[in-house]
T-cell receptor, first 112, second 114 residues
Framework: GESVGLHLPTLSVQEGDNSIINCAYSNSASDYFIWYKQESGKGPQFIIDIRSNMDKRQGQRVTVLLNKTVKHLSLQIAATQPGDSAVYFCAENGRSNYQLIWGAGTKLIIKP | NAGVTQTPKFQVLKTGQSMTLQCAQD?????MYWYRQDPGMGLRLIYY???????DKGEVPNGYNVSRLNKREFSLRLESAAPSQTSVYFC?????????????FGPGTRLTVL
C-alpha cells in the first residue's frame, strides 16, 4: 500500500555538525511533501515543505531535497543545536488533497 | 493568536464510557483534522473537515464521530471507549486543503482507556 518510510529510526549527531534525515516515499502521484518536528509532549511543528515541481527548498538552517527519480526526500539541518533534539516526521499527500501519509519518524539526538 | 487549542489535555476513561474532545482554531482556517498517534508511530488521520459543514472519514474512523460545529470548532466523540483507543489525539487546521498546505497542530489530548 501507500507508505512513507524512514531509513534510520534514530540519528545521533555532534552539536555543531550538520544533520541529514532521510525519507523514502512510495507514491509517485504525491506532489506535496512536508517535514514536521515533534518535541516530547508537544504537537508536530511545521519545519518546511516542498512541491514536486521543485528539487530543493531552503529555510532558516534547514534544506529539503526532493529526488523524484528515486522517490527520496531528505531534511538537512545546518549547525545542529541542542534545541533540534526531537522526532522528525516526513509526510506526503499521496493521491489526496486532504490526507497526508506520515512516516514513523526519526529521533534526532544531539551529542554535546 | 492561540493557534489551535485542545481540551482536555489528559483524560482517563473506563471501557464503555463516552467523551468528546474539543478543538478550536483562531486562524480562520477552512480545513480541520483529527489524528491519533500511538507510541513510536506517525500520525493517522481519523476524520477531517474540508470546510464548514462537511466531514469525511480518514484512515482510521471506526469508533469515532466528529462534528464541525462552526468554522472555528471541530469536535471528536468516542461513543463507547475501548482500550485500543488509548492514544494521543491531535487536532490540526489548514487554510487550504491539508494535502497541499501546511497543517498547524494543537498540543494534543492524552487519552487512556482502562
Amino acid at each position: 500500500g501507500e507508505s512513507v518510510g524512514l531509513h534510520l529510526p534514530t540519528l545521533s549527531v555532534q552539536e555543531g555538525d550538520n544533520s541529514i534525515i532521510n525519507c523514502a516515499y512510495s507514491n509517485s502521484a504525491s506532489d506535496y511533501f512536508i517535514w514536521y518536528k515533534q518535541e516530547s509532549g508537544k504537537g508536530p511543528q511545521f519545519i518546511i515543505d516542498i512541491r514536486s515541481n521543485m528539487d530543493k527548498r531552503q529555510g532558516q538552517r534547514v534544506t529539503v531535497l526532493l529526488n523524484k527519480t528515486v522517490k527520496h526526500l531528505s531534511l538537512q539541518i545546518a549547525a545542529t543545536q541542542p534545541g533540534d533534539s526531537a522526532v522528525y516526521f516526513c509526510a506526503e499527500n499521496g493521491r489526496s488533497n486532504y490526507q497526508l501519509i506520515w512516516g514513523a519518524g526519526t529521533k534526532l539526538i544531539i551529542k554535546p | 493568536n492561540a493557534g489551535v487549542t485542545q481540551t482536555p489535555k489528559f483524560q482517563v476513561l473506563k471501557t464503555g464510557q463516552s467523551m468528546t474532545l474539543q478543538c478550536a482554531q483562531d486562524m480562520n482556517h477552512n480545513s480541520m483534522y483529527w489524528y491519533r498517534q500511538d507510541p513510536g508511530m506517525g500520525l493517522r488521520l481519523i476524520y477531517y473537515s474540508a470546510s464548514e459543514g462537511t466531514t469525511d472519514k480518514g484512515e482510521v474512523p471506526n469508533g469515532y464521530n466528529v462534528s464541525r460545529l462552526n468554522k472555528r470548532e471541530f469536535s471528536l466523540r468516542l461513543e463507547s471507549a475501548a482500550p485500543s483507543q488509548t492514544s494521543v489525539y491531535f487536532c490540526a487546521s489548514s487554510n487550504l486543503a491539508g494535502g497541499t498546505d501546511t497543517q498547524y497542530f494543537g498540543p494534543g489530548t492524552r487519552l487512556t482507556v482502562l
